[in-house]
């Protein structure tokens, strides 16, 4: 098969505890990259199936950091690339969900739809990112799957359509039958063995002596309701991100993943064309361009360096050739790329779209940059949202301030918050979405950077990017708010409001004023 049509570049997604580690698992079991099935909790496996490089998740259980596990797969090429599952690392994931083609979304049987899936799938319907959902933990007792269907089709506002049904949950899960493949698939809560499957006509009454009177009728019922409801299945209508195909299974027992991944690999999209300010990049172009959605620091603590993840989008990337950094317009070269197996990275050679090649970076990357054979384009679409929580961050050993200075600017390329400089009073103000952020910033500053920082607090209820056509009520509105101004890395103007009711003020005060909640507009 064609290299690039081969390959299936996606992220798992959930809220945290759905299972999206337990599935991310037995997937890379499936893929051939890990040889036992074992309990989570199981120290090896967890270390296999999520990232851990920095110390600091290391010593919290949590993922921080992404990391990408490939596999072959059947014909495929299979690549994972992990998400922070702690939502203080929610901003983490909306990058990572940029580099990918499609998402699977796992949902907790009995939890249903939570926050974080919520938020996960605006940026996937922000950006028409194909999903499927797998509703796990079915040997649970959860909700009604119609009900659950109709929960997802309302809290993540999309169309559904079943592709296996279960036979009922908890105790008395009996298995699924595979609307898409037309088969039953036998449930042995076994966590180590592959289950049964078996042909059966619906309508015969071999259906009865798998599964019993009642439920067999119960099934009928449900499909006939199921085709009722729904409109079969039509892969393009999924394509296009208006309909996601729902799985039901149970990760921990390994069953449903399979036949998730098989129709996974068949009706996922290969690479798509990325949009850059310019013009639309296709992944068939002769010539390598790619971007960089992802810096993480210290992989191995005895080497200080940090490895930027560059999404290859078009071409093919190839070792030692010469390619140019579009926001430094320099020519660089890498000598030793690596790609990303569960276990171990390895250098490579060449890499294709869809591909994720970590590249050794002193700091000469951002989030966001460009690398091509020599044209001059930027990929778009790495917004970096409002952050929630804020605080003037200090420096608290005046002996290191160039330390202290350097580290926030790394950190700060690396995506890990966001940092406004009040223009007012010159003090510099991170912003981030949890308070875990800011607990990292200062253990890596310290860790890193050998400097200390301590944090105040500065009441502020949002930051929002301000723009407008009208020149003198801009200006009008700066001096209103002198106090409340800042900018951002990149110069832009921000207003800092302090509470919900000064930005409503402001916006109805001043109506020929944008008020971003995203960076990029
Ligand atoms: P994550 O936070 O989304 O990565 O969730 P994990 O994969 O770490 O799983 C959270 C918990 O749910 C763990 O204790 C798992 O053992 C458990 N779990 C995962 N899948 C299943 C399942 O299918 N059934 C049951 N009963 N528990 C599961």
């Known amino acids: 098969m064609n290299e690039i049509e081969r390959r299936r570049t996606f992220a798992i997604i959930s809220h945290p505890d759905a299972g999206k580690t337990t599935l991310t698992e037995k997937l890379l079991l499936f893929g051939g990259q890990i040889q036992v099935a074992g309990a989570v909790k199981n120290n090896k496996i967890k270390k296999t199936a999520t990232s851990d490089w920095m110390e600091i998740e290391k010593q919290r259980g949590i ?55 919520r938020k996960l799938m605006t940026v996937c319907r922000m950006r028409k990112t194909p999903v499927i959902i797998f509703i796990n933990k079915m040997d649970r007792e959860g909700k009604d799957p119609f009900d659950l269907l109709d929960e997802l089709e309302q809290e993540l506002q999309i169309k559904v359509r ?46 009865e002596a798998h599964v019993g009177q009642a439920d067999a009728d119960k099934l009928r019922t449900d499909l006939e309701l199921v085709d009722g409801v729904y409109p079969e299945f039509d892969v393009q209508t999924y394509l296009e991100a208006e309909v996601a195909p729902v799985f039901f299974g149970s990760a921990l027992n390994n069953f449903g993943v399979k036949e998730l991944l098989d129709c996974f690999v068949q009706i996922a999209p290969s690479p798509r064309p990325t949009l850059a300010e310019e013009r639309t990049v296709r992944p068939e172009e002769p010539k390598f361009s790619g971007f960089i959605f992802k810096i ?104 290191k301030t160039k330390q202290l200075n350097k580290g926030i600017e790394q950190l700060m390329d690396e995506g890990v918050a966001q940092l406004f400089v009040n223009q007012f009073n010159g003090r510099k103000i991170i912003g981030t979405v949890g308070q875990l952020q800011f607990e990292v910033i200062q253990y890596r500053l310290e860790n ?52 919900n009711y000064v930005l409503q003020m402001a916006q109805n005060d001043f109506e020929h004023i944008k008020f971003h909640f995203t960076s990029e507009f």
Not at 332 to 356: C, H, N, V, Y
Not at 470 to 492: C, H, N, S, W
Request: proline share 5%; glycine share 4%.
């Open 296 to 399: 993480t620091a210290n992989i191995d603590p005895n080497h200080r360096s940090c490895i930027a993840f560059c999404k290859v989008c078009s071409g093919k990337f190839v070792r030692n050739a010469p390619y140019l950094h579009v926001r430094q317009n320099k020519t660089l070269r890498f000598s030793s790329p690596t790609q990303f197996m569960a276990q171990k990275k390895s250098t490579i050679d060449e890499a294709w779209p869809g591909d994720i090649v970590g590249l050794p970076d002193n700091g000469i990357f951002k989030i966001g940059d460009t690398l091509t054979e020599g044209e001059m384009i930027h990929f778009r679409g790495l917004p970096s949202f409002s952050p929630e929580m804020f605080k003037y961050i200090e420096n608290a050993d005046p002996m």
């Open 63 to 117: 993922s921080v950091t992404t990391s990408v596990m490939e596999f072959d797969y059947k014909d495929y090429k299979v690549n994972i690339l992990d998400t922070p599952g702690h939502q203080d690392f929610a901003e983490d994931t909306f990058r990572t969900l940029t580099a990918v083609d499609s998402a699977i979304i796992v949902v907790d049987s009995a939890k249903g739809v939570e926050a974080q899936t």
């Open 448 to 499: 890193e950077y050998n400097a200390k920082c301590r944090w105040e607090p500065v009441s502020l209820y949002k930051a929002c990017w301000i723009e407008s056509d009208d020149e003198a009520q801009l200006e009008a509105f700066k001096k209103r708010k002198y106090q409340f101004m800042a900018k951002d890395r990149e110069g832009r103007d921000v207003f800092l409001a302090d509470s």
């Open 162 to 207: 079943p592709l296996s049904w279960p036979i009922n949950q908890g105790q008395r899960f009996k298995g699924v039958y595979n609307i898409y493949e037309q088969r039953l698939d036998l449930f042995t809560p076994d966590k180590q063995k592959v289950t049964e499957k078996v042909e059966v006509d619906i309508h015969s009454d071999a259906l």
